[in-house]
């Protein structure tokens, strides 16, 4: 298995791996327009043949705090792995390395996401093994009305 940072020529198979993983599914313009702009911080994990068995999708937010300072964070749009490549510690690594970049890249102090609430593997990876913690509800903020944790974990150096 090789995890390496995605490339436009990853977009197609990252936006396979999505459709059947997930409901949130982006148009192609999003997908590139998160590569393209933010470089570094998204990766992907591809088996033997080549083929992307897994991908994370990231980008970084400049979010004013004061009238002074800006809170640069880094936010994680979409993970996933295959079925059949579950379990082996892929997604572990890919949030590893993608907030990594986020605070060696970009100097992000934290990283957030929005999760499903009934969806207990990503928050047991999220908040067992990656140590983020719940900064929010959002209420009804799926399409289907589904509510969202929303998660935090600061980066430390
Ligand atoms: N049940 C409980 N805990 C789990 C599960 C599970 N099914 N899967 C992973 N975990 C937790 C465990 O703590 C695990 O550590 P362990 O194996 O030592 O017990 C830890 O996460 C790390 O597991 P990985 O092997 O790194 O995770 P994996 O590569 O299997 O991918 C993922 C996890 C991405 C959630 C996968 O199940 C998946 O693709 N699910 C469908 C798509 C999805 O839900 N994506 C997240 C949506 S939210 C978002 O994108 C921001």
């Given at each position: ?21 997930l ?13 393209l ?6 990766f992907?994990?591809e ?5 992307i068995?897994g ?5 970084i937010d ?8 800006a809170?640069v ?35 992000a ?29 959002e ?12 998660m ?6």
């Amino acid at each position: 298995m090789n995890i390496r940072l995605a490339r436009i020529d990853d977009l197609s198979g990252m936006q396979a791996a999505n459709l059947i993983n997930l409901p949130e599914n982006y148009v192609m313009k999003f997908w590139m327009y998160h590569l393209l702009t933010w470089p570094q911080i998204s990766f992907v994990a591809e088996n033997g043949e080549g083929k992307i068995v897994g991908y994370v999708l990231a980008k970084i937010d400049d979010e004013t705090t004061d009238a002074n300072s800006a809170e640069v964070h880094g936010h994680v749009n979409s993970i996933s792995v295959l079925r059949s490549y579950r379990r082996l510690g892929l997604a572990r690594r890919l949030m590893m390395l993608s907030q990594e970049a986020m605070l060696t890249v970009y100097n992000a102090s934290y990283v957030s996401l929005h999760v499903r609430k009934s969806n207990k593997a990503a928050i047991g990876l999220y908040k067992d093994t990656l140590g983020f913690s719940v900064a929010d509800i959002e209420k009804k903020y799926y399409g289907d009305g589904e509510d969202a944790l929303s998660m935090k974990l600061y980066l430390k150096r």
